[in-house]
């Protein structure tokens, strides 16, 4: 079958550095993408990965290996406006989002 | 406006009832999304339009549910006969073209249905 998964919870600390990881087994690929979503709000894009490799906007950079089927997300100089949950997505015959991590963020 | 919009934004509904659910896309962008997601999970895919053609329906959960777009611009979802099961936030997302994965998808403020 087709899934997604990435953790549920991430805490990590006002200033820090926190990684979100994402794994898909699907058996096409045309992507994956990564959205954030404060409560009560709607999702936003973050950044897209279509090759391997890093890609880097700003505070954000996601990185793509699709030899192992995994990506994530990277989140530097974290900010309490950051709190919010974050989703990857991958379009294979159907689009597929994962279920978010929600990332609490500590002062 | 500058954004898409989405009507009404809270639906109160009985069981059995139908409603409609209304999507404005920013202007000019041909790829128009459904999503469906309840409380603390994520978003379920449910239709995908390029223009006024649904290349990817594949999401929508029962034959209660249809969707339609008219002049590459606004779209309506309709669930027919709700249940309780459908009392969910529906999503709307438009992106300048296809293909999703390769364009930024905006989204909607969204319509918070519930179902009695």
């Known amino acids: 079958g087709q899934s997604l998964e990435q953790p549920s919870e991430v805490t990590a600390v006002e200033g820090a550095i926190v990684q979100i990881n994402c794994t898909y087994q699907t058996s096409g690929f045309y992507g994956l993408s990564w959205y954030q979503q404060h409560d009560g709000g709607a999702p936003t894009f973050l950044s897209y990965n279509g090759l391997d490799g890093l890609e880097e906007t700003g505070r954000f950079s996601s990185f793509l290996s699709r030899s192992d089927s995994y990506g994530y997300l990277l989140l530097q100089e974290l900010q309490m406006k950051d709190s919010a949950s974050y989703f990857c997505?991958?379009?294979?015959?159907?689009?597929?989002f994962g279920k978010g991590t929600r990332l609490h963020i500590l002062p | 406006g500058a954004g898409v919009s989405q009507s009404p934004s809270n639906k109160v509904t009985e069981k059995g009832k139908d409603v409609e659910l209304r999507c404005d896309p920013i202007s000019g962008h041909t790829a128009l999304y459904w999503y469906r997601q309840s409380l603390g999970q994520g978003l379920e895919f449910l239709i995908y339009?390029?223009?006024?053609?649904?290349?990817?329906k594949s999401g929508l959960p029962s034959d209660r549910f249809s969707a339609e777009r008219t002049g590459g611009s606004v779209s309506t979802l309709t669930i027919q006969r709700t249940q309780q099961e459908d009392s969910a936030v529906y999503l709307c997302?438009?992106?300048?073209?296809?293909?999703?994965?390769?364009?930024?998808?905006?989204f909607g403020p969204g319509t918070r249905l519930t179902v009695l």
């Open positions: 339009f390029q223009g006024n053609s649904a290349p990817d």
């Open positions: 997505a991958v379009k294979d015959d159907k689009i597929i």
């Open positions: 997302a438009s992106s300048p073209s296809g293909g999703w994965a390769y364009n930024e998808q905006f």
